[in-house]
């Protein structure tokens, strides 16, 4: 097997699982496959807060695929994104760079004019290394932040043609939906008034679609990946298919047998009620919120009807996610292809009176991650070691062989796919812009604000999980502070694992 190179630890797969010297009281490490000559498939499901799948420990959600996926892979308990919100987080984790050197960390920033000259995102690399690529919906942020990027894809179904491309037309196509609502395009000027006013009635709502599964965007991104993978069956090509899913980005609405799984009255309030006096972020409470309750906090009904309508898009997305995973067993292809199923960033769900992602708290940094390689050792563990989707180019990579550039930023966690209980890195990083960042170990949480309500805070997760004691000024944790802020000034290399430091 081709192994990846690179400049912070990207050692070959033997000495990482163990073959040669491991670190001291580590236990023996199993043997990976072979997994150069495996596919890739990516799942990416927008805004999706890692509270909610059953197999996480929601006991309300259903999610049935994802369940009985996660019995078959390593699913990742701590996995943290790099920024708060889609842009800077897709770009990031489709590079291998953090937000401050991909100089992109805010939905506004065109991607393809900040990357660093010479930045080649995963699927450049994977179609260099003679990938069939393929791509079902959202992948980077908007087609026009990343033209260059996307001529890498041999097909692009369900999304907008970057100019120059000229593959083939869709391999499905589908009758026009009858939908209950008036036709409401967007206007043009994102800046105007009048996209303010459309934003607001196409996002802040909640609850039955008006459409059939087979008339959603979702499900018929769903259709569209069972189809490719009978023609990669058939062509034998190794390939590397990315599929969306849009749910449960809002309007939080799905089909209404998916909405009537869910009993509001039966949801329990979200922890950490809003209180202006401590909030972080005090206008979410006193103002609203960016994508759903945008001028107001909802009622207490209102409140549990929004999350009973986000499970229900959950279940959705689970559905579909279903069809893809039985279509890949059913071509015989789910024994040679790793699988990430996967969110781009978190959303809370009414803690703190947030209703969004864009903040650095726990419910925005932290989403579902799960890994898929057929034969590997640690399938059916939960990992609970922080890692980071940064990491996401480098473990490609190091599966299949990739060539990676010498300047990533993140680290390659296929060590976790053989053994899960692995010690590994010692804290994940995020920001907001330039000056708010955030550093998380396994126990506290520190934030620097360099605009805000305060300057910083710090928060003990192991008592208080839901960060609402800002301990930051508290002189019981005055070394703990010093320790955390030191952390966070020293970065990303400092928190590698001992056995991976440069």
Same mark, same amino acid.
């Given at each position: 097997? #081709?192994?990846?190179? @690179?400049?912070?630890? *990207?050692?070959? $797969?033997?000495?990482?699982? =163990?073959?040669?010297? /491991?670190?001291? &009281?580590?236990?023996?490490?199993?043997?990976?496959?072979?997994?150069?000559?495996?596919?890739?498939?990516?799942?990416?499901?927008?805004?999706?807060?890692?509270?909610?799948?059953?197999?996480?420990?929601?006991?309300?959600?259903?999610?049935?695929?994802?369940?009985?996926?996660?019995?078959?892979?390593?699913?990742?308990?701590?996995?943290?994104?790099?920024?708060?919100?889609?842009?800077?987080?897709?770009?990031?984790?489709?590079?291998?760079?953090?937000?401050?050197?991909?100089?992109?960390?805010?939905?506004?920033?065109?991607?393809?004019? #900040?990357?660093?000259? @010479?930045?080649?995102? *995963?699927?450049? $690399?994977?179609?260099?290394? =003679?990938?069939?690529? /393929?791509?079902? &919906?959202?992948?980077?942020?908007?087609?026009?932040?990343?033209?260059?990027?996307?001529?890498?894809?041999?097909?692009?179904?369900?999304?907008?043609?970057?100019?120059?491309?000229?593959?083939?037309?869709?391999?499905?196509?589908?009758?026009?939906?009858?939908?209950?609502?008036?036709?409401?395009?967007?206007?043009?000027?994102?800046?105007?008034?009048?996209?303010?006013?459309?934003?607001?009635?196409?996002?802040?709502?909640?609850?039955?679609?008006?459409?059939?599964?087979?008339?959603?965007?979702?499900?018929?991104?769903?259709?569209?990946?069972?189809?490719?993978?009978?023609?990669?069956?058939?062509?034998?090509?190794?390939?590397?298919?990315?599929?969306?899913?849009?749910?449960?980005?809002?309007?939080?609405?799905?089909?209404?047998?998916?909405?009537?799984?869910?009993?509001?009255?039966?949801?329990?309030?979200?922890?950490?009620?809003?209180?202006?006096?401590?909030?972080?972020?005090?206008?979410?409470?006193?103002?609203?919120?960016?994508?759903?309750?945008?001028?107001?906090?909802?009622?207490?009904?209102?409140?549990?009807?929004?999350?009973?309508?986000?499970?229900?898009?959950?279940?959705?997305?689970?559905?579909?996610?279903?069809?893809?995973?039985?279509?890949?067993?059913?071509?015989?292809?789910?024994?040679?292809?790793?699988?990430?199923?996967?969110?781009?960033?978190?959303?809370?769900?009414?803690?703190?009176?947030?209703?969004?992602?864009?903040?650095?708290?726990?419910?925005?940094?932290?989403?579902?991650?799960?890994?898929?390689?057929?034969?590997?050792?640690?399938?059916?563990?939960?990992?609970?070691?922080?890692?980071?989707?940064?990491?996401?180019?480098?473990?490609?990579?190091?599966?299949?062989?990739?060539?990676?550039?010498?300047?990533?930023?993140?680290?390659?966690?296929?060590?976790?796919?053989?053994?899960?209980?692995?010690?590994?890195?010692?804290?994940?990083?995020?920001?907001?812009?330039?000056?708010?960042?955030?550093?998380?170990?396994?126990?506290?949480?520190?934030?620097?604000?360099?605009?805000?309500?305060?300057?910083?805070?710090?928060?003990?997760?192991?008592?208080?999980?839901?960060?609402?004691?800002?301990?930051?000024?508290?002189?019981?944790?005055?070394?703990?502070?010093?320790?955390?802020?030191?952390?966070?000034?020293?970065?990303?290399?400092?928190?590698?694992?001992?056995?991976?430091?440069?």
């Amino acid at each position: 097997m #081709r192994t990846a190179q @690179g400049k912070y630890g *990207l050692m070959t $797969l033997a000495v990482w699982l =163990g073959l040669a010297a /491991a670190p001291a &009281g580590a236990p023996a490490a199993a043997r990976m496959p072979e997994t150069g000559q495996m596919n890739v498939m990516f799942i990416i499901v927008e805004d999706w807060s890692a509270t909610t799948p059953g197999c996480y420990g929601n006991p309300i959600c259903q999610t049935p695929n994802l369940d009985r996926f996660a019995t078959t892979a390593v699913r990742f308990d701590s996995a943290y994104v790099q920024a708060v919100c889609c842009n800077p987080s897709r770009s990031s984790f489709l590079t291998g760079l953090r937000p401050l050197t991909s100089r992109v960390w805010n939905n506004s920033q065109e991607m393809d004019e #900040r990357l660093p000259p @010479g930045t080649i995102t *995963l699927p450049e $690399l994977l179609k260099k290394r =003679g990938f069939h690529t /393929a791509v079902i &919906g959202k992948f980077f942020h908007t087609v026009e932040y990343a033209e260059k990027q996307l001529l890498a894809f041999d097909r692009i179904e369900s999304y907008g043609k970057p100019p120059g491309w000229t593959g083939p037309e869709p391999i499905l196509t589908f009758p026009p939906v009858q939908r209950a609502q008036k036709r409401d395009p967007a206007p043009k000027d994102k800046n105007s008034k009048e996209y303010r006013e459309w934003r607001a009635r196409n996002s802040d709502r909640y609850g039955d679609s008006g459409l059939e599964p087979e008339e959603e965007g979702d499900y018929r991104n769903a259709q569209i990946a069972c189809a490719l993978l009978k023609e990669f069956a058939r062509t034998k090509q190794q390939f590397f298919l990315s599929v969306h899913q849009s749910r449960p980005h809002t309007p939080l609405t799905a089909p209404k047998k998916y909405v009537d799984m869910y009993d509001p009255a039966k949801i329990p309030a979200p922890p950490a009620p809003p209180n202006v006096g401590t909030s972080l972020y005090p206008r979410r409470v006193t103002v609203g919120n960016p994508d759903i309750f945008m001028s107001r906090q909802p009622t207490p009904r209102e409140v549990k009807e929004a999350i009973a309508a986000y499970y229900a898009c959950v279940s959705f997305v689970d559905s579909n996610i279903g069809m893809v995973l039985d279509e890949l067993e059913r071509q015989g292809l789910a024994r040679n292809t790793i699988v990430f199923i996967m969110g781009d960033h978190g959303f809370h769900l009414g803690d703190h009176g947030f209703w969004s992602k864009y903040s650095m708290l726990e419910n925005t940094r932290r989403a579902p991650l799960w890994v898929r390689v057929p034969g590997a050792p640690g399938n059916g563990r939960v990992c609970r070691e922080l890692v980071e989707f940064v990491d996401l180019v480098p473990t490609v990579g190091e599966l299949v062989g990739l060539e990676l550039p010498a300047n990533l930023e993140g680290l390659s966690f296929t060590p976790l796919l053989a053994n899960p209980g692995r010690p590994w890195k010692k804290a994940v990083f995020l920001v907001e812009n330039e000056t708010n960042q955030v550093v998380r170990t396994r126990r506290f949480s520190y934030m620097e604000f360099g605009k805000g309500p305060v300057p910083a805070a710090l928060f003990d997760l192991e008592n208080d999980p839901w960060e609402t004691v800002n301990l930051v000024d508290d002189p019981a944790h005055t070394q703990t502070r010093q320790e955390m802020a030191h952390l966070l000034k020293a970065g990303w290399k400092a928190a590698l694992p001992d056995h991976a430091t440069p």
